[in-house]
């Protein structure tokens, strides 16, 4: 079940790698990287790694980055800063942008809805547009991250802006790697920032633009991108749903499943977590034992990983795969019980669902994404029967009361 799902996720992903593979350029002799582990008091640990520039890449001139640059229709016009830390960044004069909300995000390709649909044209139009913005600044900031916390199952991203406050944003979301590991990467995701270009992109939109007056997120799952107009790179919230749609097709690649929830910390264990957003931000307790914040969450062959970095000093390691699923659902007419122990046949017909007082989101999931629900319900199904793993399904609504946090 999961090899077909991978297999109907990744057509396009593989058309785009054969496109493009960085690893036909050498990772340049000019550069190298340090890494250590970095354990845990339960006899974990996780790599730490250091990146070490030299000179030329320190001032912004690298030949094998502006061959990479080249390579996404980008050309360097005078440096292109690559990995500057959060420190580096201030010291430059650069602030956090104050985050906005209601830039309009529109993805071409998403199956769940939700969002506008866009066509293949539009989007290139938008692209040649951004890509010549990118070409005629004098500055890049070129910064690599991942969406998943952990390297066996992860998609690489990077990210080229006009703006290093924009850099400083998207530091907040994506875990970091070693240095130049995105170079040999087969398919990873690129994320184009033209942060003073707001001009021609109702032109190309037309009646779609809606607010793009303050900015604006497009995605095309097809060619693993995302374009950020205007104030967009300060929408962590749109940047978070456009990444999750992106790299859905990546994880399954690499045998992962990529879910709209969350892992769950209880005493020792480590628990997968699905529940409607507005339960989740009326129970404090239960916010205080999630890993992340953000829902995303993959589960692989060796354990689990959220999709994005949390504001915690250490990173979380590999995590074991969950001990057990938890649902909440939310039944004002007493019909559920407050809890139940559930089959994984009931946990995947639960799931996708997403029952929630009369309203259906199915997986749980309100973003776009690339991926059908069934056939997420399905391989959720079979990983469930495979690994044996206990069920739960609660009712947080106690006859029209929220339930305590315990």
């Not at 703006?163 to 400083?168: D, E, R, T, V």
């Not at 749109?238 to 879910?259: E, F, M, N, Q, T």
């Not at 264990?269 to 969450?297: C, M, R, W, Y």
């Not at 000093?313 to 019909?335: E, F, G, N």
């Amino acid at each position: 079940m999961r090899r077909a799902l991978a297999k109907q996720l990744t057509r396009t992903t593989r058309a785009h790698s054969r496109a493009t593979d960085f690893s036909a350029f050498p990772s340049s002799s000019l550069s190298r990287q340090n890494a250590h582990w970095v354990p845990y008091a339960d006899g974990g640990c996780f790599v730490k790694a250091y990146q070490c520039h030299t000179d030329r890449e320190a001032d912004g001139s690298s030949y094998s980055l502006n061959w990479a640059l080249a390579c996404r229709g980008v050309i360097v016009k005078d440096k292109a800063f690559y990995n500057m830390t959060s420190l580096e960044l201030k010291k430059r004069g650069t602030i956090e942008a104050e985050q906005w909300s209601g830039v309009p995000l529109h993805v071409r390709g998403n199956v769940a809805g939700g969002t506008p649909n866009i066509s293949r044209a539009q989007f290139s139009k938008l692209l040649d547009l951004v890509s010549t913005h990118l070409s005629s600044v004098q500055n890049l900031y070129v910064q690599d991250g991942a969406v998943g916390s952990s390297p066996q199952c992860d998609a690489k991203v990077r990210v080229i802006a006009d703006s290093p406050s924009a850099i400083l944003s998207l530091n907040n979301i994506l875990w970091k790697r070693p240095y130049r590991a995105i170079s040999h990467d087969s398919c990873p995701l690129t994320v184009y920032v033209a942060s003073s270009i707001n001009t021609n992109v109702k032109e190309i939109l037309g009646k779609a633009s809606g607010q793009a007056s303050v900015g604006l997120a497009m995605a095309d799952i097809e060619r693993s991108s995302l374009i950020l107009c205007g104030k967009a790179f300060a929408s962590s919230g749109v940047i978070k749903d456009a990444l999750c749609a992106l790299a859905a097709p990546v994880l399954s690649a690499r045998a992962g499943i990529p879910l709209s929830g969350r892992l769950l910390v209880l005493h020792d264990s480590v628990n997968l977590f699905f529940a409607p957003e507005e339960i989740i931000k009326s129970l404090g307790g239960i916010q205080e034992n999630l890993i992340s914040n953000d829902t995303g969450t993959v589960i692989f062959s060796d354990g689990s990983a959220p999709f994005f970095a949390s504001k915690c000093s250490i990173p979380p390691r590999i995590l074991k795969k969950p001990a057990s699923v938890i649902l909440v659902s939310s039944d004002s007419t007493t019909a559920l019980r407050l809890v139940s122990q559930i089959s994984p046949g009931q946990a995947a017909y639960h799931f996708l669902a997403g029952y929630n007082d009369g309203k259906f989101v199915p997986a749980y999931n309100r973003a776009p994404s690339a991926v059908d629900p069934l056939a997420l319900a399905n391989c959720l199904l079979f990983e469930l029967k495979e690994s044996n793993t206990p069920c739960f399904l609660i009712n947080a609504n106690d006859g029209g009361k929220l339930i305590s946090c315990k």
